[in-house]
């Protein structure tokens, strides 16, 4: 699939939008931030808890470009040592900081793109909710590099060595204790990607909020070998609680997730995963709700390198959603990660369109 059936689809919802009854407040986190290197590591979504959903049918579907830039010094020093300031990165140059630096941590990712999912889920009047996400991810496009570059022009932030390298090369590259992990632009292209079945159901009232519990099975639907694909079967648990008012929402979820030793993050063994998450959301007037959300995830790669390849990551995200009709709401976020903490996608641009089919409507 690639972005223009995607944005037919999200046109589709939106005239949708009228058919059903007006939901009190929008999906929590319905902009789940895309994250290209968890992207075939079952990621958690709130999506995945199913609250506020009655009895009836949801659909949803999202569209987030993501943009990573992530690395140690030893790429930008070897690469302006031989003078290639603004050339492309080559493998050779991995190979010769592999024989110079073999006791180091190496890494550095530089990939942007697309990640996209359609889901539908179903909740019955006991409260269960079951869901299935199919997830697809473009990477390579649309060369959207210049807008990081501009953005920390603008306010005095260093560049990061970004200007020391062309925009639009695709890296993968990761080295610790003889071991690799690369790719380059074989990675590019368009993919279905690895898709998720949920299930959740109450679990009761805890200090006045609302418990779920929930499970996920991510299935290995994508290719093999690319950022799309682990080869596993990758599952988890899911929790999570909510309070809500008529003009708040806060909803706070944790989880674990065992990832199939089969499976592997471009050939490397990946680790089981853990995260944690707040979303909070406020109704200043009558139709618009401003989502502000954080997460913290494990990293895959923890075994594999003690550099931000393997170490945890924080991503923050603000939103704002409007109703779209009675039981639509379309939601436009904007995402960033915590520098100095683990890889994960400096900037991130998300477009989520829900509509909700009550029994009965």
Do not use: C
């Not at 140690?72 to 050339?87: P, Q």
């Not at 539908?120 to 269960?128: W, Y």
């Not at 890889?343 to 509509?355: M, R, Y």
Request: glycine share 14%; hydrophobic share 45%.
């Amino acid at each position: 699939m690639s972005v223009r059936p995607a944005i037919v689809l999200l046109a589709t919802l939106i005239k949708a939008g009228g058919m059903a009854a007006q939901t009190t407040a929008p999906p929590p986190a319905a902009h789940a931030q895309p994250d290209p290197l968890r992207l075939a590591a079952a990621p958690p979504s709130l999506a995945q808890l199913g609250f506020n959903l009655q009895p009836g049918w949801w659909l949803g579907v999202q569209l987030g470009y993501f943009n990573l830039w992530n690395g140690t010094w030893h790429t930008g020093t070897i690469h302006k040592e031989f003078g290639l300031l603004g050339t492309p990165l080559q493998a050779w140059e991995l190979r010769t900081l592999e024989h110079r630096h073999s006791a180091d941590a190496i890494h550095r990712y530089d990939v942007e793109g697309w990640v996209g999912a359609a889901t539908v889920a179903r909740g019955f009047a006991n409260g269960v909710v079951v869901a299935l996400e199919v997830p697809w991810m473009e990477v390579g496009a649309p060369h959207w590099d210049a807008l990081a570059w501009r953005f920390h022009g603008a306010v005095g932030l260093d560049q990061a060595r970004r200007d020391w390298f062309p925009r639009g090369q695709t890296v993968v590259y990761a080295y610790y204790g003889g071991s690799v992990i690369e790719g380059w632009q074989e990675l590019n292209g368009t993919a279905l990607a690895d898709v998720t079945l949920s299930a959740s159901g109450p679990l009761g009232v805890f200090l006045g909020g609302a418990q779920r519990w929930g499970v996920a099975l991510q299935a290995p639907t994508g290719e093999r070998g690319t950022l799309a694909g682990s080869g596993g079967w990758d599952g988890g648990v899911r929790w999570g609680v909510q309070w809500h008012g008529s003009r708040h929402r806060m909803t706070a979820a944790a989880g674990y997730t065992w990832l199939d030793r089969g499976g592997s993050f471009l050939g490397a063994r990946r680790s089981h995963t853990a995260h944690a998450q707040v979303a909070v959301a406020y109704r200043p007037g009558e139709r618009t709700w401003i989502d502000l959300a954080a997460r913290a995830d494990t990293s895959p790669l923890r075994q594999f390198s003690p550099s931000a390849v393997g170490r945890g990551a924080v991503a923050l995200t603000l939103g704002v959603a409007r109703p779209l009709g009675p039981g639509g709401w379309v939601t436009f976020a904007v995402g960033e990660n915590l520098p100095m903490l683990g890889a994960a996608p400096d900037f991130t641009l998300n477009l989520a369109l829900s509509l909700t089919l009550p029994d009965g409507q």
